[in-house]
């Protein structure tokens, strides 16, 4: 478990997480937002960790994060693309300033998902990914309190 006061930053926090869940012989991280600072960030903190793999997910280019895009680790595809990914995915992480949902439990559910454990994490304000898609079969769902260290002990 990781405490905010370990690190020092979310992005820290986030990609320690997901490269503790490393499988064989890559992590695959679906990262909806990669253009933004907060999701931009956790990609280059990703990708310090040689087995992790990213797909990010931009409406539009943001030449401040051309060092995450250039990388050959990373492949980009349009946002409207993001549910064709889901199955690709070990981690799917969305940090967008969307108002609405990134990711709705519909539209999850109706994606023919392999049966394998996905761990989701919604850094958005607001929610960016339905709660209920963590009541989903073999899926865990992390937000931003799941960082606070008042809500770990």
């Given at each position: 478990?990781?405490?905010?006061?370990?690190a020092v930053?979310?992005?820290?926090?986030?990609?320690?997480?997901?490269?503790?869940?490393?499988?064989?012989?890559?992590?695959?991280?679906?990262?909806?937002?990669?253009?933004?600072?907060?999701?931009?960030?956790?990609?280059?903190?990703?990708?310090?960790?040689?087995?992790?793999?990213?797909?990010?997910?931009?409406?539009?280019?943001?030449?401040?994060?051309?060092?995450?895009?250039?990388?050959?680790?990373?492949?980009?595809?349009?946002?409207?693309?993001?549910?064709?990914?889901?199955?690709?995915?070990?981690?799917?992480?969305?940090?967008?300033?969307?108002?609405?949902?990134?990711?709705?439990?519909?539209?999850?559910?109706?994606?023919?998902?392999?049966?394998?454990?996905?761990?989701?994490?919604?850094?958005?304000?607001?929610?960016?990914?339905?709660?209920?898609?963590?009541?989903?079969?073999?899926?865990?769902?992390?937000?931003?309190?799941?960082?606070?260290?008042?809500?770990r002990r």
């Amino acid at each position: 478990m990781y405490r905010a006061q370990e690190a020092v930053s979310i992005s820290t926090l986030v990609a320690k997480e997901v490269n503790s869940i490393v499988s064989d012989p890559h992590t695959k991280v679906l990262i909806i937002g990669i253009g933004g600072k907060i999701a931009g960030d956790i990609a280059k903190n990703l990708l310090k960790y040689s087995q992790i793999e990213l797909i990010g997910t931009v409406r539009s280019h943001n030449p401040i994060f051309d060092c995450v895009l250039k990388n050959n680790r990373v492949t980009m595809t349009n946002y409207d693309s993001r549910y064709d990914y889901l199955s690709w995915a070990d981690v799917v992480l969305s940090a967008t300033a969307s108002p609405h949902y990134t990711l709705t439990a519909k539209r999850v559910k109706e994606t023919s998902l392999e049966q394998k454990e996905r761990l989701f994490i919604d850094l958005a304000i607001p929610k960016d990914i339905d709660p209920e898609i963590g009541f989903l079969n073999q899926i865990t769902l992390h937000n931003l309190n799941h960082y606070k260290s008042d809500s770990r002990r």
